[in-house]
């Protein structure tokens, strides 16, 4: 079982607090996602979990066991790194095995647990091979297969995906996903990406210089960020935050509208403004528009919408999915 | 894109290359034809290049006089066991320096380049006190010791330069493996760094090989290295270039071989990291 409790967890650098102080709850079987701007702590947090890092304070238990003193390899956790970390001496086979032949297992229940994990990833094939003679895919799909082989009470994932191209990435992307309903293990995983978070998460943790702004499913998060932080940093494109006196006349300092919330008209609607960019892709097209007395606002509408630049266009907000902020960045409910 | 280099240019620059290796190997060239003279067509004024009478008694007579074999023997050993034993200590140590450095690391590995910059003569009397005291002097362990001493510092900085170059997420990997120290050694970091490893040991037995001052003043009949064995056909018995010369090509020889054979590994070693 993959339950994992940070109480009170800190990590100081020198005289920098990277993580000031955490407490987070990770039950059995979660897909957990650590999203933030980079230099966040995400990776850092994701180290002290696996033990490559010391906490300075506060501890870590995994599966109700104080793991805060306990090395690496005894937690009972696999990490895939970002740069895969694949050990280039080795067959793709003995990277696989590796784990296995450091735990003293026979050479039997190796080879057998071996295949097992290269059938469930598709590299059969490539077990012979040396780690430089596979593609950037096939290399994370052996780094995973590193990691499964331990069968883990929890995966570590930090930015897996980062060094593949889009298209391999939204296929990887899928295959993690897939993997985690297949295995059914905790699953924690560091991404910048928001769009990774959403789409592969049963929790997102948002990050913010180390301090957790918000913890909640992808849609929570979506429909109720707690802060402009989170409201801006869930969601592409971005939240648009109008404040001054448009804002005081919905009560509050700061009200944020999502793109995809705001209705366009060409002849009536609350704000007017002139189109200044116009991103056509296919399905949706943003608008970027410098509305007037406000600034810019970003809108989503139907790629069908006929609309170029310099065009006059009005923008009406969805009252209901109005966000509304105090002057601390905090959402007023 | 490529540069266009005319032929002429080309031609001034093999010339000029060539020069500078002629110039840099002539001295063993000579060496090596003075070894096939007679005393006195070593010493002709003017020198004779190569239309003298061959000869091989100059070998024959330094053989019968002293036991190379038993030199030789003695190089090997010194020269190898120092460089197993340097590298026994350096790669645990350098593996240190390199992934787990501290706030004095550099300091330290600047102390201990530090330590080349002393003349060795400097510590000659209380080492060769030490060495009496210690019942070490004329030992191969002795001068087995004294060379991984006196080449530690360069093997470390290797080594030190060789694993920097190593991703530092491949050895936790390992240890999110399950990898303890040793096995994070043994398993991943040694064999990722073979040719660093292979160059440095090829290197620094070159330098145990020629390493002469502390050879020659710490040993004398039973441990002496081919470097006494040159040494011992210079003054003492009058100028015999002929049988210094015929002595000198079969110490350098086996040691040339070796440079010659390796010699791809030893560039490819030198200029490991150079370029990611």
């Known amino acids: ?333 | 894109m490529a540069r266009n280099v005319s032929t002429g240019r080309k031609l001034i620059t093999t010339v000029v290359a060539w020069t500078i290796a002629i110039l840099i190997f002539f001295p063993i060239l000579w060496t090596f034809l003075t070894s096939f003279k007679t005393e006195a067509q070593a010493i002709a004024s003017p020198p004779v290049f190569l239309f003298f009478d061959w000869t091989t008694e100059n070998y024959s007579e330094v053989q019968s006089r002293s036991d190379y074999l038993k030199h030789f023997m003695n190089s090997v050993v010194v020269s190898f066991g120092s460089t197993l034993l340097g590298l026994l200590i350096a790669i645990p140590s350098a593996w240190a320096m390199a992934f787990a450095p501290t706030k004095r690391t550099k300091d330290v590995l600047m102390w201990m380049l530090s330590t080349k910059m002393m003349p060795p003569v400097g510590v000659l009397v209380p080492m060769y006190l030490m060495f009496r005291n210690w019942g070490l002097l004329d030992t191969r362990t002795g001068l087995v010791i004294v060379l991984t001493l006196i080449n530690l510092p360069i093997i470390i900085w290797m080594l030190y330069t060789y694993f920097k170059e190593i991703p530092g997420e491949i050895l936790e990997a390992a240890r999110m493996d399950g990898a303890s120290l040793a096995k994070e050694i043994i398993y991943v970091l040694t064999p990722m760094a073979i040719p660093g490893i292979a160059s440095t040991l090829l290197l620094n037995i070159i330098l145990a090989w020629n390493e002469a001052f502390w050879t020659l003043n710490l040993s004398a009949a039973k441990a002496a290295p081919l470097t006494a064995f040159i040494a011992s056909y210079s003054s003492p018995e009058g100028l015999f270039y002929a049988k210094l010369s015929a002595a000198s090509t079969m110490a350098i020889a086996p040691i040339l071989i070796l440079g010659w054979f390796s010699q791809k590994q030893l560039v490819r070693g030198l200029t490991f990291g150079a370029v990611k």
């Open chain 1, 1 to 333: 079982m993959g339950s994992i409790t940070l109480k009170n967890v800190s990590k100081v650098f020198g005289a920098h607090a990277v993580i000031p102080s955490i407490d987070l709850d990770i039950t059995d079987g979660e897909f957990v996602v650590f999203v933030g701007p980079s230099g966040c702590g995400k990776s850092t947090l994701l180290r002290l979990i696996a033990g490559l890092e010391d906490v300075s304070d506060g501890e870590i238990i995994i599966d109700g066991r104080n793991a805060t003193e306990l090395p690496p390899a005894r937690r009972g956790l696999s990490m895939v790194f970002q740069s895969y970390a694949l050990y280039p001496h080795m067959s793709v086979r003995s990277n696989i095995a590796f784990p296995l032949k450091m735990a003293g297992e026979d050479k039997a229940a190796i080879d057998k647990k071996v295949e097992d994990a290269a059938r469930v990833l598709n590299l059969t094939d490539y077990l012979d091979r040396k780690p430089r003679q596979l593609s950037g895919g096939q290399r994370q799909r052996v780094a995973i297969g590193r990691a499964i082989v331990r069968q883990p009470e929890a995966f570590l994932f930090d930015e897996p995906l980062s060094n593949l191209d889009a298209a391999l990435r939204v296929n990887m992307r899928l295959e993690i996903s897939q993997l985690h309903q297949q295995l059914k293990t905790t699953m924690i995983y560091v991404t910048h990406d928001q769009v990774e978070a959403m789409t592969m998460a049963d929790k997102i943790v948002v990050l913010n210089r180390g301090r957790i702004e918000q913890v909640g499913s992808p849609l929570e998060l979506y429909r109720r960020p707690d802060n402009l932080f989170v409201a801006g940093f869930i969601g592409s494109p971005k939240m648009n935050f109008i404040s001054g006196a448009q804002a005081a006349n919905h009560q509050a300092h700061t009200i944020g509208i999502r793109p995809e919330h705001l209705v366009l008209s060409k002849d009536h609607g609350t704000w007017q403004g002139t189109v200044g960019v116009a991103e056509h892709l296919g399905s949706d097209t943003f608008l970027h528009v410098n509305a007037d007395g406000i600034g810019t606002l970003t809108a989503r509408v139907s790629g069908d919408f006929a609309v170029t630049h310099g065009d006059r266009v009005f923008l009406t907000p969805d009252p209901q999915r109005l966000h509304r902020f105090d002057e601390k960045g905090m959402a007023i409910r």
